[in-house]
Protein backbone atom coordinates (compact mmCIF):
# COMPACT_ATOMS: atom_id res chain seq x y z
CA UNK A 1 0.00 0.00 0.00
CA UNK A 2 1.55 3.11 -0.85
CA UNK A 3 1.37 5.69 1.92
CA UNK A 4 0.31 9.71 1.38
CA UNK A 5 2.88 12.09 1.16
CA UNK A 6 1.02 13.91 3.60
CA UNK A 7 0.84 11.04 6.15
CA UNK A 8 4.30 10.36 5.85
CA UNK A 9 5.19 13.84 6.72
CA UNK A 10 3.75 13.64 9.46
CA UNK A 11 4.88 10.27 10.77
CA UNK A 12 8.51 11.48 9.94
CA UNK A 13 7.75 15.10 11.68
CA UNK A 14 6.31 13.18 14.95
CA UNK A 15 9.44 10.89 14.90
CA UNK A 16 12.05 13.79 14.89
CA UNK A 17 13.45 12.43 11.48
CA UNK A 18 15.76 15.28 10.66
CA UNK A 19 19.34 15.39 8.21
CA UNK A 20 21.75 13.17 9.90
CA UNK A 21 24.62 13.58 7.92
CA UNK A 22 25.16 16.96 9.31
CA UNK A 23 23.03 19.47 8.16
CA UNK A 24 20.09 18.53 10.11
CA UNK A 25 17.41 19.55 7.75
CA UNK A 26 13.91 18.48 8.79
CA UNK A 27 13.25 15.61 6.10
CA UNK A 28 9.60 15.38 5.95
CA UNK A 29 9.81 18.63 4.34
CA UNK A 30 11.81 17.27 1.86
CA UNK A 31 9.15 15.60 0.61
CA UNK A 32 7.72 16.86 -2.81
CA UNK A 33 5.93 15.54 -5.68
CA UNK A 34 8.00 17.69 -8.30
CA UNK A 35 11.00 14.55 -7.69
CA UNK A 36 11.11 12.62 -10.16
CA UNK A 37 14.81 11.04 -8.90
CA UNK A 38 15.56 10.05 -5.20
CA UNK A 39 19.33 9.49 -3.91
CA UNK A 40 20.90 8.18 -0.47
CA UNK A 41 24.04 9.87 -0.02
CA UNK A 42 26.46 7.13 1.29
CA UNK A 43 29.42 8.78 0.18
CA UNK A 44 30.83 8.93 3.65
CA UNK A 45 32.15 12.71 2.58
CA UNK A 46 35.09 13.33 5.15
CA UNK A 47 38.13 11.33 6.17
CA UNK A 48 38.34 9.02 8.99
CA UNK A 49 34.32 8.49 9.23
CA UNK A 50 33.43 5.35 8.71
CA UNK A 51 29.47 4.86 10.00
CA UNK A 52 27.61 5.54 7.04
CA UNK A 53 29.06 2.57 4.96
CA UNK A 54 28.95 0.64 8.12
CA UNK A 55 25.15 1.40 8.80
CA UNK A 56 24.34 0.60 4.93
CA UNK A 57 25.64 -2.93 5.26
CA UNK A 58 23.73 -3.77 8.25
CA UNK A 59 20.99 -2.50 7.24
CA UNK A 60 20.44 -2.29 3.44
CA UNK A 61 16.88 -4.04 3.60
CA UNK A 62 15.25 -1.55 5.83
CA UNK A 63 16.92 1.46 4.32
CA UNK A 64 15.84 0.45 0.99
CA UNK A 65 12.78 -0.33 2.10
CA UNK A 66 11.96 2.93 3.32
CA UNK A 67 13.52 4.74 0.41
CA UNK A 68 11.04 2.65 -1.35
CA UNK A 69 8.36 3.97 0.50
CA UNK A 70 9.51 7.36 0.17
CA UNK A 71 9.96 6.97 -3.75
CA UNK A 72 5.92 5.86 -4.10
CA UNK A 73 4.91 8.44 -1.58
CA UNK A 74 6.36 11.68 -4.41
CA UNK A 75 5.40 9.17 -7.09
CA UNK A 76 9.60 9.71 -7.91
CA UNK A 77 10.51 7.19 -10.64
CA UNK A 78 13.66 5.95 -9.54
CA UNK A 79 15.90 5.46 -6.44
CA UNK A 80 19.97 5.96 -6.76
CA UNK A 81 21.93 4.61 -4.04
CA UNK A 82 24.92 6.60 -4.39
CA UNK A 83 28.26 5.32 -2.73
CA UNK A 84 32.09 4.41 -3.52
CA UNK A 85 33.19 0.85 -4.81
CA UNK A 86 35.86 1.10 -2.29
CA UNK A 87 32.84 0.16 0.13
CA UNK A 88 32.71 -3.15 -1.04
CA UNK A 89 30.54 -4.34 2.31
CA UNK A 90 27.89 -1.93 1.47
CA UNK A 91 27.68 -2.45 -1.93
CA UNK A 92 27.48 -6.02 -1.94
CA UNK A 93 25.01 -5.45 0.73
CA UNK A 94 22.57 -3.60 -1.62
CA UNK A 95 23.71 -5.20 -5.16
CA UNK A 96 22.06 -8.23 -3.03
CA UNK A 97 18.78 -6.96 -2.44
CA UNK A 98 18.48 -4.76 -5.51
CA UNK A 99 16.08 -7.44 -7.50
CA UNK A 100 13.20 -6.49 -4.49
CA UNK A 101 13.24 -3.37 -5.40
CA UNK A 102 11.89 -2.11 -9.22
CA UNK A 103 12.95 1.59 -8.77
CA UNK A 104 16.51 1.03 -7.71
CA UNK A 105 19.73 0.91 -8.76
CA UNK A 106 23.54 2.02 -7.74
CA UNK A 107 25.36 5.40 -8.48
CA UNK A 108 28.95 4.50 -8.01
CA UNK A 109 30.55 8.19 -6.90
CA UNK A 110 34.72 9.01 -7.29
CA UNK A 111 37.30 8.55 -4.67
CA UNK A 112 37.20 12.28 -4.31
CA UNK A 113 36.35 15.41 -1.98
CA UNK A 114 33.90 16.50 -1.51
CA UNK A 115 31.57 13.77 -3.44
CA UNK A 116 29.12 14.09 -0.30
CA UNK A 117 28.56 17.66 -0.59
CA UNK A 118 24.50 17.06 -2.13
CA UNK A 119 24.95 19.14 -5.07
CA UNK A 120 28.24 16.91 -6.01
CA UNK A 121 26.43 13.37 -5.32
CA UNK A 122 23.33 14.83 -7.32
CA UNK A 123 26.32 15.87 -10.59
CA UNK A 124 28.09 12.57 -10.38
CA UNK A 125 25.03 10.31 -10.28
CA UNK A 126 22.76 12.05 -12.84
CA UNK A 127 24.57 14.89 -14.64
CA UNK A 128 21.93 17.24 -13.74
CA UNK A 129 23.22 20.94 -12.27
CA UNK A 130 21.79 22.39 -9.48
CA UNK A 131 22.23 26.21 -10.27
CA UNK A 132 23.55 28.35 -7.58
CA UNK A 133 21.23 29.06 -4.55
CA UNK A 134 18.69 26.48 -5.57
CA UNK A 135 17.24 23.15 -4.00
CA UNK A 136 18.04 19.89 -5.36
CA UNK A 137 14.32 19.83 -5.99
CA UNK A 138 14.99 22.49 -8.57
CA UNK A 139 16.12 19.75 -11.35
CA UNK A 140 13.92 16.84 -9.75
CA UNK A 141 15.32 15.46 -7.01
CA UNK A 142 15.45 14.82 -3.65
CA UNK A 143 18.36 13.66 -1.12
CA UNK A 144 18.70 11.60 2.48
CA UNK A 145 21.28 10.38 4.53
CA UNK A 146 21.94 6.69 4.95
CA UNK A 147 20.66 6.85 8.73
CA UNK A 148 18.18 9.47 7.83
CA UNK A 149 16.99 6.54 5.81
CA UNK A 150 17.04 3.99 8.55
CA UNK A 151 15.33 6.19 11.28
CA UNK A 152 12.43 6.45 8.63
CA UNK A 153 12.38 2.94 8.20
CA UNK A 154 11.95 2.75 12.42
CA UNK A 155 9.11 5.52 12.44
CA UNK A 156 7.22 3.37 9.38
CA UNK A 157 7.22 -0.02 11.24
CA UNK A 158 7.38 0.61 14.93
CA UNK A 159 6.81 4.47 15.37
CA UNK A 160 10.00 5.10 16.68
CA UNK A 161 10.83 8.49 17.30
CA UNK A 162 14.93 9.10 17.25
CA UNK A 163 16.85 8.98 20.15
CA UNK A 164 20.19 7.61 19.36
CA UNK A 165 23.22 8.57 16.58
CA UNK A 166 25.95 6.51 15.41
CA UNK A 167 29.24 8.47 15.57
CA UNK A 168 32.52 7.35 14.65
CA UNK A 169 35.21 7.35 17.54
CA UNK A 170 39.13 7.85 16.11
CA UNK A 171 41.88 9.61 15.77
CA UNK A 172 44.19 9.01 19.59
CA UNK A 173 42.03 6.92 21.03
CA UNK A 174 42.81 2.92 22.16
CA UNK A 175 39.90 1.10 20.28
CA UNK A 176 38.69 3.31 17.52
CA UNK A 177 35.05 2.47 17.14
CA UNK A 178 31.64 3.40 15.31
CA UNK A 179 29.38 3.55 18.68
CA UNK A 180 25.35 4.14 18.58
CA UNK A 181 24.81 6.38 21.47
CA UNK A 182 21.75 8.09 23.52
CA UNK A 183 20.83 11.58 21.91
CA UNK A 184 22.41 13.90 24.78
CA UNK A 185 25.32 11.84 25.97
CA UNK A 186 28.89 13.47 26.19
CA UNK A 187 31.79 13.14 23.91
CA UNK A 188 33.92 12.69 26.83
CA UNK A 189 31.79 9.97 27.98
CA UNK A 190 32.11 8.24 24.12
CA UNK A 191 35.92 8.81 24.37
CA UNK A 192 35.51 6.79 27.13
CA UNK A 193 33.52 3.91 25.46
CA UNK A 194 36.49 3.77 22.96
CA UNK A 195 38.53 2.94 25.75
CA UNK A 196 39.80 6.02 26.65
CA UNK A 197 42.34 8.79 24.64
CA UNK A 198 46.07 7.12 24.14
CA UNK A 199 47.54 11.15 25.07
CA UNK A 200 46.80 13.15 28.25
CA UNK A 201 46.22 16.51 26.38
CA UNK A 202 44.33 16.56 23.33
CA UNK A 203 41.73 18.37 21.39
CA UNK A 204 38.56 17.05 19.95
CA UNK A 205 37.23 17.69 16.49
CA UNK A 206 33.17 17.19 16.37
CA UNK A 207 32.43 16.26 12.95
CA UNK A 208 34.78 15.48 10.17
CA UNK A 209 38.27 17.09 9.93
CA UNK A 210 37.61 19.60 6.65
CA UNK A 211 34.13 21.01 8.07
CA UNK A 212 33.83 19.94 12.26
CA UNK A 213 34.54 22.05 14.94
CA UNK A 214 36.61 22.16 18.12
CA UNK A 215 34.48 20.58 20.77
CA UNK A 216 34.78 19.64 24.16
CA UNK A 217 34.26 16.55 26.54
CA UNK A 218 31.27 18.49 27.91
CA UNK A 219 29.53 18.87 24.34
CA UNK A 220 26.79 16.60 23.76
CA UNK A 221 25.58 14.53 21.09
CA UNK A 222 22.72 15.86 18.58
CA UNK A 223 21.03 14.36 15.54
CA UNK A 224 23.67 16.05 13.37
CA UNK A 225 26.55 14.07 15.25
CA UNK A 226 29.07 12.08 12.93
CA UNK A 227 32.29 11.89 14.91
CA UNK A 228 34.16 12.79 17.62
CA UNK A 229 38.00 12.72 16.20
CA UNK A 230 40.69 12.98 19.33
CA UNK A 231 43.60 15.04 18.16
CA UNK A 232 47.17 16.16 19.43
CA UNK A 233 46.82 19.88 20.38
CA UNK A 234 49.40 20.31 17.32
CA UNK A 235 47.88 18.58 15.16
CA UNK A 236 47.22 20.03 11.43
CA UNK A 237 43.58 20.38 11.39
CA UNK A 238 43.38 21.54 15.01
CA UNK A 239 45.91 24.19 14.67
CA UNK A 240 43.88 25.72 11.37
CA UNK A 241 40.60 25.28 13.89
CA UNK A 242 42.24 27.43 16.37
CA UNK A 243 43.88 29.81 15.03
CA UNK A 244 41.78 33.49 15.98
CA UNK A 245 40.31 35.51 12.94
CA UNK A 246 42.78 38.44 13.16
CA UNK A 247 45.97 36.39 12.26
CA UNK A 248 43.98 34.73 9.31
CA UNK A 249 43.19 38.23 8.26
CA UNK A 250 46.83 39.55 8.34
CA UNK A 251 48.28 36.42 7.07
CA UNK A 252 45.80 37.54 4.19
CA UNK A 253 47.10 40.80 3.63
CA UNK A 254 50.46 40.25 4.17
CA UNK A 255 50.71 36.74 1.64
CA UNK A 256 48.11 36.07 -0.66
CA UNK A 257 49.71 36.02 -4.15
CA UNK A 258 46.43 35.32 -6.24
CA UNK A 259 47.60 32.09 -7.23
CA UNK A 260 44.59 30.70 -7.95
CA UNK A 261 44.46 27.83 -6.93
CA UNK A 262 41.83 28.14 -4.16
CA UNK A 263 39.35 28.77 -7.15
CA UNK A 264 41.32 26.58 -9.59
CA UNK A 265 40.00 23.30 -6.90
CA UNK A 266 36.61 24.52 -5.84
CA UNK A 267 34.10 22.39 -6.33
CA UNK A 268 31.53 24.14 -6.88
CA UNK A 269 33.37 26.49 -9.22
CA UNK A 270 34.08 23.86 -11.45
CA UNK A 271 30.37 23.10 -11.50
CA UNK A 272 30.18 26.86 -12.65
CA UNK A 273 29.17 28.66 -9.79
CA UNK A 274 30.05 31.90 -9.28
CA UNK A 275 32.03 31.58 -5.94
CA UNK A 276 35.62 32.79 -6.43
CA UNK A 277 37.92 32.64 -3.25
CA UNK A 278 40.50 34.06 -4.56
CA UNK A 279 38.39 37.06 -6.08
CA UNK A 280 37.28 37.12 -2.31
CA UNK A 281 40.51 36.91 -0.77
CA UNK A 282 41.75 39.95 -2.79
CA UNK A 283 38.94 42.06 -2.38
CA UNK A 284 39.27 41.58 1.44
CA UNK A 285 42.93 41.87 1.91
CA UNK A 286 43.33 44.85 0.37
CA UNK A 287 39.69 46.89 1.43
CA UNK A 288 38.09 46.31 -1.93
CA UNK A 289 34.53 47.61 -1.07
CA UNK A 290 34.07 48.01 -5.50
CA UNK A 291 33.51 44.86 -6.01
CA UNK A 292 30.69 43.88 -4.32
CA UNK A 293 29.99 40.51 -5.49
CA UNK A 294 33.38 39.26 -4.93
CA UNK A 295 31.29 39.33 -1.29
CA UNK A 296 27.74 38.72 -2.74
CA UNK A 297 29.33 35.34 -3.90
CA UNK A 298 30.26 34.15 -0.73
CA UNK A 299 26.41 32.88 -0.47
CA UNK A 300 27.48 30.54 -2.81
CA UNK A 301 30.59 28.57 -0.97
CA UNK A 302 29.57 25.40 0.44
CA UNK A 303 31.68 25.65 3.49
CA UNK A 304 33.56 22.59 2.21
CA UNK A 305 37.22 23.48 3.58
CA UNK A 306 39.11 22.73 0.72
CA UNK A 307 39.99 25.61 0.03
CA UNK A 308 41.56 26.31 3.55
CA UNK A 309 42.77 22.70 4.47
CA UNK A 310 44.24 21.84 0.98
CA UNK A 311 44.28 24.02 -1.86
CA UNK A 312 46.24 26.86 -0.71
CA UNK A 313 49.75 26.40 -0.52
CA UNK A 314 50.32 29.66 1.61
CA UNK A 315 47.89 28.14 4.35
CA UNK A 316 45.85 30.74 4.19
CA UNK A 317 41.99 30.59 5.10
CA UNK A 318 39.90 31.39 2.85
CA UNK A 319 36.87 29.24 4.38
CA UNK A 320 37.05 30.44 7.53
CA UNK A 321 37.51 34.39 6.33
CA UNK A 322 34.05 33.44 3.19
CA UNK A 323 31.98 31.91 6.59
CA UNK A 324 32.57 35.00 8.27
CA UNK A 325 31.76 37.77 5.52
CA UNK A 326 27.95 35.18 4.99
CA UNK A 327 27.43 35.89 7.97
CA UNK A 328 27.97 39.65 8.70
CA UNK A 329 25.50 39.59 5.45
CA UNK A 330 22.90 37.87 6.58
CA UNK A 331 23.15 40.23 9.85
CA UNK A 332 22.48 43.25 7.90
CA UNK A 333 19.96 41.84 5.69
CA UNK A 334 21.71 40.72 2.52
CA UNK A 335 20.36 37.42 1.30
CA UNK A 336 21.57 35.30 -1.62
CA UNK A 337 20.75 36.59 -5.42
CA UNK A 338 18.05 34.64 -7.31
CA UNK A 339 19.74 35.64 -10.55
CA UNK A 340 23.36 34.32 -10.44
CA UNK A 341 24.76 33.12 -13.48
CA UNK A 342 25.68 29.11 -13.62
CA UNK A 343 27.91 28.82 -16.08
CA UNK A 344 29.08 25.31 -18.19
CA UNK A 345 30.99 22.56 -16.43
CA UNK A 346 34.72 23.22 -15.91
CA UNK A 347 36.23 21.15 -18.69
CA UNK A 348 39.19 20.43 -16.58
CA UNK A 349 37.14 19.51 -13.62
CA UNK A 350 37.82 15.24 -13.75
CA UNK A 351 41.42 16.67 -13.75
CA UNK A 352 40.93 18.96 -10.89
CA UNK A 353 38.94 16.69 -8.28
CA UNK A 354 40.91 16.07 -5.30
CA UNK A 355 41.65 12.29 -4.52
CA UNK A 356 40.76 11.25 -0.76
CA UNK A 357 44.02 9.33 -0.06
CA UNK A 358 45.41 12.61 -1.32
CA UNK A 359 43.39 14.83 1.00
CA UNK A 360 43.99 11.90 4.02
CA UNK A 361 47.76 12.54 3.67
CA UNK A 362 47.92 16.16 3.35
CA UNK A 363 45.97 16.80 6.62
CA UNK A 364 48.41 14.42 8.33
CA UNK A 365 45.58 11.30 9.21
CA UNK A 366 46.92 8.65 6.92
CA UNK A 367 48.23 7.15 10.70
CA UNK A 368 44.28 7.24 12.02
CA UNK A 369 42.81 5.50 9.08
CA UNK A 370 42.25 2.59 11.02
CA UNK A 371 39.17 0.43 11.10
CA UNK A 372 36.59 1.55 13.09
CA UNK A 373 34.55 -1.63 13.53
CA UNK A 374 30.32 -0.96 14.06
CA UNK A 375 29.13 -1.85 17.73
CA UNK A 376 25.07 -1.70 17.88
CA UNK A 377 24.71 -1.93 21.98
CA UNK A 378 23.39 1.50 23.03
CA UNK A 379 26.24 2.81 24.87
CA UNK A 380 24.72 3.26 28.59
CA UNK A 381 24.66 6.89 30.17
CA UNK A 382 24.45 8.03 33.56
CA UNK A 383 22.35 10.70 32.47
CA UNK A 384 21.55 12.96 28.89
CA UNK A 385 21.21 16.42 28.37
CA UNK A 386 18.55 16.06 24.99
CA UNK A 387 19.10 19.66 23.30
CA UNK A 388 15.15 21.00 22.18
CA UNK A 389 17.08 22.79 18.92
CA UNK A 390 18.52 20.14 16.83
CA UNK A 391 17.67 21.04 13.14
CA UNK A 392 17.42 23.82 10.98
CA UNK A 393 14.18 25.62 11.99
CA UNK A 394 12.39 26.33 15.39
CA UNK A 395 13.09 24.52 18.43
CA UNK A 396 10.67 21.51 19.91
CA UNK A 397 8.36 22.80 22.62
CA UNK A 398 8.96 21.90 25.85
CA UNK A 399 6.22 18.91 26.89
CA UNK A 400 8.05 17.58 30.38
CA UNK A 401 8.96 19.03 33.36
CA UNK A 402 11.21 18.10 36.47
CA UNK A 403 10.11 14.99 38.02
CA UNK A 404 8.83 13.48 35.40
CA UNK A 405 9.43 9.77 35.16
CA UNK A 406 10.57 8.86 31.36
CA UNK A 407 10.93 5.93 28.87
CA UNK A 408 12.97 5.92 26.04
CA UNK A 409 11.30 7.65 22.99
CA UNK A 410 8.81 9.55 25.20
CA UNK A 411 8.42 12.83 23.34
CA UNK A 412 10.18 15.32 25.45
CA UNK A 413 9.46 18.14 22.62
CA UNK A 414 6.91 18.28 20.36
CA UNK A 415 7.53 19.58 17.00
CA UNK A 416 6.35 23.25 16.52
CA UNK A 417 3.19 24.21 15.43
CA UNK A 418 2.96 25.65 12.12
CA UNK A 419 7.00 25.80 12.20
CA UNK A 420 9.62 24.20 10.41
CA UNK A 421 10.73 21.64 13.11
CA UNK A 422 10.46 18.23 14.48
CA UNK A 423 9.76 16.38 18.00
CA UNK A 424 12.31 15.49 20.40
CA UNK A 425 12.16 12.45 22.56
CA UNK A 426 14.09 11.04 25.05
CA UNK A 427 17.10 8.51 25.11
CA UNK A 428 16.89 6.89 28.55
CA UNK A 429 14.78 5.58 30.54
CA UNK A 430 14.70 7.82 33.94
CA UNK A 431 13.72 10.78 35.65
CA UNK A 432 13.55 14.54 34.48
CA UNK A 433 16.19 16.09 36.59
CA UNK A 434 15.92 19.93 34.76
CA UNK A 435 13.98 21.13 31.63
CA UNK A 436 14.01 24.59 30.35
CA UNK A 437 13.07 25.67 26.93
CA UNK A 438 16.96 24.75 25.61
CA UNK A 439 17.70 21.56 26.75
CA UNK A 440 16.05 18.70 28.78
CA UNK A 441 17.95 16.82 31.64
CA UNK A 442 17.17 13.42 32.08
CA UNK A 443 19.01 10.82 35.08
CA UNK A 444 18.90 7.67 33.93
CA UNK A 445 17.30 4.67 35.43
CA UNK A 446 20.46 2.38 37.62
Known amino acids: MIMEITQLADIMRKSGVAGAGGAGFPSYAKLDKR ?13 LLKLHRQVLEKYAVEIMTALDAIADAVEAEQVIIAVKASYTGAVNAVKNNLSKFKKMKIGILPEIYPAGDEVITIYETT ?5 PGCLPITVGVTVFNVETALNVYNALTNGSGV ?9 EVKNPVTLKAPLGIT ?4 IKAAGGATISEYAIVAGGPMTGRIASDSDVVTKTSNAVLVMPKNQYIVQRKTTPTDINMHRTMAACCQCHMCTDLCSRNLLGHPIEPHRFMRAVSNGIT ?12 SSCGLCEMYSCGQGLAPASLIAIAKGSLRKNGVTPPKDAKLEPVNPQRDYRRVPMGRLTARLGLTKYNVPAPLK ?9 KIMLSQCIGAPSVLAVKAGDVVKIGDVIGNAPEGKLGTAVHSSVNGVVSE ?11 A
Open 35 to 47: ADTIILNCAECEP
Open 127 to 131: GRVVA
Open 163 to 171: TSKYITIAG
Open 187 to 190: YGEL
Open 290 to 301: SDTNAYINTFFC
Open 376 to 384: DELVKADSV
Open 435 to 445: ANDKFVVIRAD
